[in-house]
């Protein structure tokens, strides 16, 4: 009965010194990675974006969309505006870079190919890609110079949201090339 007893005790006593451990952030909680890396203070807020990138959508797909959707149904999406930091998506999700520090290597890696992203002040990340998807296809839409202009900055995005398996991303709008 000692033993029992004693058991319970021990096991009541770890119980207590857990619950008071401070609870660490849980990897995929939505923080924002290194949230020390900030924007610079001309660079936009959350409450007021530097400014806007892509058109709003009529219609959550254009026709190109619809047309290459299989069956002519694409994935389904919904129309979209949500705030946040151009980042690029490989040194985000590898290092957790971001803010005015990374411009330099963020420029460079959006320059050069690598996913662009945006980052909500929840710490949600999209990959932001063109809408269009023929113009896309065919190499007739690019938000990649946008993305450089305006790297580092808090913006305003406006386009179709589509998830899968976690994966989230915001297709935009009125990127292509006249």
């Known amino acids: 009965m000692k033993m029992f007893l004693s058991s319970i005790s021990l096991i009541a006593a770890a119980g207590l010194i ?3 451990a401070p609870e660490k952030p849980k990897k995929g909680s ?9 924007v610079a203070a001309d660079a936009g807020s959350y409450d007021k974006p530097m400014g806007t990138l892509g058109d709003k959508p009529a219609q959550p797909w254009t026709d190109t969309t619809i047309g290459a959707g299989v069956d002519k149904k694409p994935q389904p999406g919904k129309q979209i505006t949500a705030t946040g930091e151009i980042i690029d998506l ?4 590898q ?3 971001h803010g005015e520090k990374h411009k330099a290597c963020g420029t460079k890696c959006v320059q050069n190919n690598q996913p662009i992203g945006l980052l909500t002040q929840n710490g949600t990340v999209y990959m932001l890609m063109e809408e269009e998807h023929d113009p896309r296809r065919d190499g007739q ?3 990649r110079q946008a993305a450089v202009d305006h790297f580092a ?5 406006n386009g179709t949201e589509a998830d899968h398996g976690g994966f989230k991303a915001i297709y935009v709008q009125g ?4």
């Open 30 to 38: 939505g923080a924002i990675l290194h949230p020390e890396m900030t």
């Open 95 to 97: 290092l957790g870079k």
């Open 141 to 143: 839409a690019s938000i």
């Open 90 to 93: 490989s040194c985000y999700l």
């Open 153 to 157: 900055h808090i913006m305003e995005v």
């Open 175 to 178: 990127y292509v090339k006249k």
């Open 18 to 20: 857990l619950a008071q």
